[in-house]
T-cell receptor, first 116, second 110 residues
Framework: EAGVTQFPSHSVIEKGQTVTLRCDPI?????LYWYRRVMGKEIKFLLH????????ESGMPNNRFLAERTGGTYSTLKVQPAELEDSGVYFC??????????????FGPGTRLTVL | GEDVEQSLFLSVREGDSSVINCTYT??????LYWYKQEPGAGLQLLTY?????DMKQDQRLTVLLNKKDKHLSLRIADTQTGDSAIYFC??????????FGAGTTVTVRA
């Protein structure tokens, strides 16, 4: 079974440009999460989808970030226009959903974004 | 708050035990987690502990939880070179989003 995949693995762009990151969750997982690790600091929650609906986007830094999840399958995270402080590693995770026992989040390898 | 703190670096000799410590702030977390990130890879769930447990053992891994002090630790017995990685402690205050620490980079030396 394929795990969570993310594309691209690395992206280097200039300040002011636009970048779109993609995440393909594990097939059948309703929950999809985006997280970000900036400058070796803690990994911070950005947002959570259940199917195609945004359940919680409280971690999104500002309105330059737009996340979508078309048809409840893959998700994109667009940064427009990118700023220097957006550099970091963006992780995607998915989980089956459910209740009671731990709902394990499976993480992708991350996209390393560098804004120059 | 949702602050999770852990030391940044740990160097251990191969064959010794490693202990990684973590403190968290939200006592409502149902589960507490340890994730491992190897170079170039994503986060792998190593183990987790339910908040009403004090200890959980899984092969070479032992997790200790002190709820009173909000302290979580991960002990790796007989540390191997393959254990070199970044280890993240995480809590889940509302049972879905994870709140992570900054990660402890463990270096295993021969």
């Amino acid at each position: 079974e394929a795990g969570v995949t993310q594309f691209p693995s690395h992206s280097v762009i200039e300040k002011g440009q636009t970048v779109t990151l993609r995440c393909d969750p594990i097939s059948g997982h309703d929950n999809l999460y985006w997280y970000r690790r900036v400058m070796g600091k803690e990994i911070k929650f950005l947002l959570h989808f259940v199917k195609e609906s945004k359940q919680d986007e409280s971690g999104m830094p500002n309105n330059r970030f737009l996340a979508e999840r078309t048809g409840g399958t893959y998700s994109t995270l667009k940064v427009q226009p990118a700023e220097l402080e957006d550099s970091g590693v963006y992780f995607c995770a998915s989980s089956q959903g459910g209740f009671g026992s731990t709902d394990t989040q499976y993480f992708g390898p991350g996209t390393r974004l560098t804004v120059l | 708050g949702e602050d999770v703190e852990q030391s940044l670096f740990l160097s251990v000799r191969e064959g010794d035990s490693s202990v990684i410590n973590c403190t968290y702030t939200d006592s409502s977390s149902t589960y507490l987690y340890w994730y491992k990130q190897e170079p170039g890879a994503g986060l792998q769930l190593l183990t987790y502990i339910f908040s009403n447990m004090d200890m959980k053992q899984d092969q070479r891994l032992t997790v200790l939880l002190n709820k009173k002090d909000k302290h979580l630790s991960l002990r790796i017995a007989d540390t191997q070179t393959g254990d070199s990685a970044i280890y993240f402690c995480a809590e889940s205050p509302n049972d879905y989003k994870l709140s992570f620490g900054a990660g402890t980079t463990v270096t295993v030396r021969a």
